[in-house]
């Protein structure tokens, strides 16, 4: 075996590097594509590895390669990558001229993922058959241990490690994640190497060596007796015990599907958080383990532990998932349910002739989802579901599991006519859903605890529980789950007698092709057997149906209510004024308060958005209602005394406070109102109305003008228009009315200023800036033209304008005493 880090310098090596800094990236692709084809492989051998960190960038992401995941369709050079790394293109082309030799290249075991790394340094081979055989142990004094893989699995590594690798990217990605180079070249590969249609293209070199190495195969007689509980015979070997392989014959055909896929699982799902690794590791493996050291302490000459041996809870790996990440996730997802569901039905069996032959395309379709996905999948849902910031962005995640949990829409058949939630689903994939319970019941309680803790008014997530209800409650779905609990809970004595199983498992097993195992036809058996693989033996498991989740469910519908009644009342109450606004302010009688009209308001708090969230949570507790049979009657009624209760509380009441020097001052409960939704301030804009930003529909010169005429007047003359609004007759009232703003008092008393802030809002003042605006400017130009029109000099328009304002006043004061006195 070669390795690059021991072969002498490359002349042409050198060349490339130095093209990589002086040549466009087409004059680069076209000396590779020459090169790819003119050189040997042992030249071509030395280059591989840089070239591999010049497409897809450093492990350590100190080099950005040529940043795929920034690279949209937009680009210049978008069509010139794809075709260069596509699966046919020159760079497989040169993957495969290297396979058919015995080239492997080193990678740094900390580079692996978490689970794999902490396995390797406890001296235990990992559960992926993938990195079995492949460890290379260190040099003498040298404590990097390595994994060595061949050219198809090192590209394929670097490939999916892109996706995680940290960047330091200065560039913002203003374009969909969807639409990146990366994306799309990971959907390319998906589709050439799992084939919905046909079979994987051949190799176009001779490949003898190249295979997905496979565990040597286990004695027919593995059994065991509990459920997730893993036999002695099925324990992991030790890694300084690494078996001779034989590769399996039927693995030969599709072996790169393989390998890509396990690599794709590996880097992007292996990840968890410490409780979870510790939850996993087998009571049974940690006494082998230790029975296995105990053996060795008493041998002579004992190998060389590697680093880290004897430390399995030091394992920890911050994993922060990005949207990207997730996204990518779900295409897998999406891709590998349509894969599957690809599988041809076996003919009937027949007496008179042999069981019919599977190809290893076929077989590997029947076990992908199952023995690839879905452990490391729900742990990396579950762990997104705890981990996940409260926003929007978690749609990305939502999606993914919703995708998972529904195989029946990806199996290329036409839909029917039937609207989505009226369409069954069809029979046949209930063992799918008792086969994979967790991912329904407890990863739909884990999204219950985020919902009950979002902002539901927000558009964006009330559609994520609309999503979620409606995908739970199509017809059959809801029965089939319930079903599987029955199944899970049904107690172990009124299950039939069975005979020992052997479970070849991804985890603890060969080659995912090894041959079938006998057909678990106990159904219980196989719940059973799902739950405690994943949640362990122990485990305390939860119903979904059960009175405590129904709690939880009846909480979300409350919690619902609240939020569909309080974006019900602020779109009604923006469109009652953005109509009296549009009405009012043509004759300039608009309200001269500027803080609602703020352009850096959120486009979630408009009208739009909120009739929206008003839709989906209504259809949200329509679905809720239908998952769990709620009775529709007294929902409405709960969801009305709610709703009132709200409105009452909000409209009469503030949040429990005493007064303070500096104004209002919560008390406990007045915080647990507020974090409750309960109650809340009517926070307003506290600052000086007159110095508010300028609006696109002012003059900007004039604002200002108008601004220090205004503090001019209010300066020489804030004792003569104080007297007269303190004065309680008339003349006062008609005062009040110009110099100061009544409904905006009101607001601020239930806002939370302090009294000083609040009496200098109370002050009369003049405000000359509705002149400022160009509708003003507008309405006075037309109305001076009408008067020349009628042989009207300016002034006397102007006493005629004066006039009219003051005639206004005097009648809509009037208007609002007599409503006082009735």
Known sequence: MSSPSLQQPSFLLANLKADATSKPLIQRCQDLLKIIDEYPAKELHLIFPWLVENVFGSLDGV??????????????????????????????????????????????????PGPVKACIQEGVLPDCPLFHNKLQFPLPGVLTLNVALNPFEFFMFNLAYCLIAPRNCLQPQLCSSTDSAYFVLVDLYLKYFLPVEGSVPASPFTDSRGSVAAPSPRASSVSFAGYGVHSPSLLKHHIFHQPSVNADPAAQE????????????????????????????????????????????SMPCQPLAPPGSGTLHTYQEPFNPSEEHVLVVRLLVKHLHAFSSSLKPEPPPSPAHSPPHTSPLEEFKRVVVQRFVQQKLYLFLQHCFGHWPLDASFRAVLETWLSYIQPWRYTGEKPNAQPDQNRTVPDKWEPFVHENLLLYTKLFQGFLNRATRTDLVNAKNALMVFRAAKVLAQPNLADMIQRGEQLFLEPEHVLPH??????????????????RQRMVTDTAFKVKSHVYSLEGQDCQYKQMFGSEVRGVVMRLIQIIAQARHTAKRISDQSS????????????????????????????????????????????????????FKLNQNQLAQLVANLGAAQDDGRANQLPDCVQGETGPVLTDLGRRQIINGLRRFEVQYQGDPELQPIRSYESALLVRLLYRASSLLNNRLQAQMG????????????????????????????SPMSQRALERRQQPRLSLRPLASYRTLLLLLLFYALGALLSLGPLCSTALLLTGALLYGVLMTLCAEKLKTQ
């Open 576 to 627: 009652e004024a953005a109509a009296s606004g549009s009405f009012l302010s043509w004759f300039g009688l608009a309200s001269s308060d500027l803080s609602n009209a703020f352009p850096g308001a959120e486009p979630e708090d408009s009208g739009e958005y909120l009739k929206k969230t008003h839709e989906f949570l209504d259809r949200a507790l329509e679905n809720l209602c239908h998952i």
């Open 254 to 297: 599709i072996w790169r599907s393989e390998a890509l896929l396990q690599m794709f699982v590996e880097i992007w799902l292996h990840h968890y958080s410490l409780d979870l690794y510790q939850k996993l590791q087998s009571p049974q493996v940690k006494l082998a383990l230790l029975q296995y050291r105990l053996s060795m302490s």
């Open 723 to 750: 007297a007269l609004c303190s004065r309680s007759d008339f003349l006062g009232r008609l005062g009040r009315r110009y110099l100061t703003d009544p409904d905006s008092c009101v607001r601020l008393r239930r």
């Open 63 to 112: 080099i950005s390669g040529w940043n795929l995941r920034l690279l949209h369709s937009r680009s210049n050079e978008f069509n010139l990558v794809l075709d260069f790394l596509s699966p046919s293109g020159p760079m497989m082309k040169l993957v495969y001229k290297l396979q058919a030799e015995e080239y492997k290249y080193e990678v740094p075991v900390h580079y692996l």
């Open 498 to 515: 069975r005979q020992p199983r052997g479970y070849l498992t991804p985890g603890h097993g060969g080659s995912y092709l090894s041959p």
